[in-house]
């Protein structure tokens, strides 16, 4: 069974962004990139599944210009056997980038999709679930177990309440939530190994799609501010201002 | 212009969200309807019918859509969609699950997490966890959007709807419901509290969580959690307030010993009033918090129950 990864270049989570004086949006020059978290949850589960014998190929795709060769490498060197790059330097919405996925999947015809749930830049939470649609699969989302059994794959999901198992007829698609796994470190070895993995670049405007974008960005400006509040020194002082101050209890 | 609204429920209760996100449509302006898609739901749409500002409800009660299914619900909402401008859901588990799915049916994009309505096209969402606020314009014919609750107020629930039932049943066959294990609390919701007590690492083990339970109770709070206790496996991860859990905005947020990473602030700093109780004075927390306190949560703890 082949499993395909979709993954994505963001900003590194220990970073805070900064939002650029003219407000077009974030001000991303000179900033540590590194593979989602969830991207990274995604491909962990993909090798784990060929390390127990479930899958046989694992296969890393990223959408981006050729500096996300950096993440797919990361994800060659956690175990995916070989690399996709789509090129473009085009910044795309989920449903373009579902698109995209959709002819990777259309030609690798893999059995499993497993994606991160969200992206930590846009926070969209969209594509697994586009890519599902677009190919007809059913989807897994927000997993926090995985196991795949004959033809179908049981996935547990974590839900507002708590968790919800589903069982999904495969080909499917499932994307991870924090709890899924915990990634494991690179070793040197795999590191240096994970250079000599295949890896093809294909041309974004090659797959005939109308890559055009559906939204405009209008501005990004920073959160509002806090009014930077007061240390209280005693439980007694806290409890007095919260009665007559913030009058939040009584 | 008119506007579907996906109803958040269980079958038996609306969810209070739901108000919220009817809020949210009647900024984008147009007649709303609200679809309650489940299956026994009588319920549900006896009190949908209620919300104001709805001037219709739909009813998809079928065994198809008893669970919410993805797959069948969007088959369901994209079928309706024909008749609308707008398709609106909250972004709760459901929503945010089937929603992307109606967006790519209908060939056209989402914009998630909404926390205001500028005009029928444009809308305001935090990305990069809350650390900067988009302004998006849709240029899609058909808007697909998904409402972060704690956005908007909620309308009130004296109104008198249309209630009409629809013949559907559309069931893709790919997916199955295996089983729910869900939480059992007598507390409120998290994301309905209107006081939220959350503990963190500096909890350091999963029992001392009952240190929270008596101020939880005497306020009537929700107990929550940062991702670093969730990782630390000392509760559950429905527990979890932050960019990947749950978005609070409680009148009362009580963070104690929680450093503040902007992961965990994500998901709480648009609560009314922030209390920090931490005994590192240097941690990030305490730059949002209103009211805090240096102390050992083991000795603050025990003494703030005693003096509420």
Redesign the interface.
């Known amino acids: 069974m082949k499993v395909l990864v979709p993954i994505k270049r963001v900003i590194d989570y220990n970073v805070k962004v900064r939002v650029k004086a003219d407000n077009s949006n974030v001000d991303l020059a000179n900033v540590k990139m590194a593979i989602n978290p969830f991207c990274e949850i995604a491909v962990e589960e993909a090798v784990r599944l060929k390390e127990a014998g479930t899958a046989t190929e694992v296969i890393a795709v990223s959408i981006g210009d050729k500096s996300c060769q950096e993440q797919l490498r990361t994800a060659l060197a956690l175990g995916a056997d070989r690399a996709i790059q789509i090129d473009t330097d085009q910044n795309l919405d989920s449903i373009n980038v579902a698109k995209l996925l959709q002819k990777v999947v259309e030609e690798e015809q893999p059995q499993l999709v497993i994606l991160g749930k969200q992206a930590i830049d846009s926070d969209n939470n969209q594509t697994g679930q586009m890519l599902a649609a677009l190919t007809g699969m059913p989807q897994g989302t927000f997993a926090s177990a995985v196991s795949v059994d004959g033809d179908k794959v049981n996935v547990t999901r974590e839900v507002d309440g708590g968790l919800q198992t589903i069982a999904l007829n495969l080909p499917a698609i499932v994307t991870t939530d924090l709890r899924l796994n915990e990634p494991r470190y690179a070793s040197l070895p795999n590191i240096m190994k994970a250079k000599r993995k295949p890896l093809d670049v294909k041309a974004a405007a090659d797959f005939g799609i109308d890559l055009t974008s559906r939204t405009n960005l209008v501005k990004v400006t920073p959160p509002a501010e806090r009014q930077a509040g007061i240390i209280v020194e005693s439980i007694d002082e806290l409890v007095e201002k919260l009665k007559n101050e913030a009058k939040v209890i009584s | 212009m008119s506007i579907l609204v996906f109803a958040e429920h269980?079958n038996s209760q609306l969810k209070a969200d739901t108000l919220k996100t009817v809020a949210a449509a009647q900024a984008m302006g147009g007649e709303i309807h609200l679809l309650v898609a489940g299956h026994n739901c009588q319920a549900v749409a006896d009190a949908a019918s209620k919300v104001n500002g709805v001037a219709k409800v739909l009813v998809a009660d079928n065994a198809a859509y008893e669970?919410q299914?993805?797959?069948n619900v969007?088959l369901l909402v994209t079928e309706l969609a024909a008749d609308y401008d707008h398709i609106v859901a909250t972004a709760?588990?459901t929503g945010?699950?089937?929603?992307?799915?109606?967006?790519?049916?209908l060939?056209?994009?989402?914009?998630?997490?909404i926390i205001a309505v500028e005009s029928s096209d444009?809308f305001v969402?935090?990305?990069?966890?809350?650390?900067?606020?988009?302004?998006?314009?849709?240029?899609?014919s058909k808007k697909v959007i998904t409402v972060r609750p704690t956005g908007f107020d909620a309308v009130a629930t004296d109104g008198s709807a249309e209630v009409v039932a629809l013949d559907k049943a559309t069931d893709?066959g790919?997916?199955?419901?295996?089983?729910?294990?869900?939480?059992v609390s007598e507390r409120p919701d998290l994301?309905a509290a209107g006081?939220v007590i959350s503990g963190g690492r500096g909890m350091q083990n999963g029992d001392n969580f009952k240190l929270l339970d008596g101020i939880a109770d005497k306020?009537g709070a929700a107990i929550g959690a940062s991702?670093a206790a969730?990782?630390a496996g000392f509760v559950?991860?429905?527990m979890q307030v932050g960019?990947?859990g749950?978005i609070v905005a409680p009148?009362?947020y009580i963070a104690v010993g929680i450093s503040g990473a902007?992961?965990h602030l994500a998901g709480m700093?648009d609560s009314?009033?922030?209390?920090a109780i931490n005994k590192d004075?240097e941690a990030p927390i305490?730059?949002?918090?209103?009211?805090?306190?240096?102390?050992d949560l083991f000795d603050?703890l025990p003494?703030?129950e005693s003096?509420?």
């Open positions: 269980d669970h299914l993805a797959e969007s709760l588990t945010k699950n089937f929603m992307p799915r109606v967006a790519a049916l060939d056209v994009a989402q914009i998630s997490d444009t969402r935090p990305i990069y966890a809350g650390n900067a606020i988009a302004t998006v314009q849709s240029l899609d893709a790919t997916s199955s419901h295996v089983n729910d294990e869900l939480s994301g006081v306020l991702r969730v990782d559950p991860n429905d960019q990947t749950k009148d009362l902007i992961q700093k009314k009033v922030i209390v004075a305490f730059q949002v918090a209103d009211y805090g306190l240096v102390a603050a003494e703030l003096k509420l």
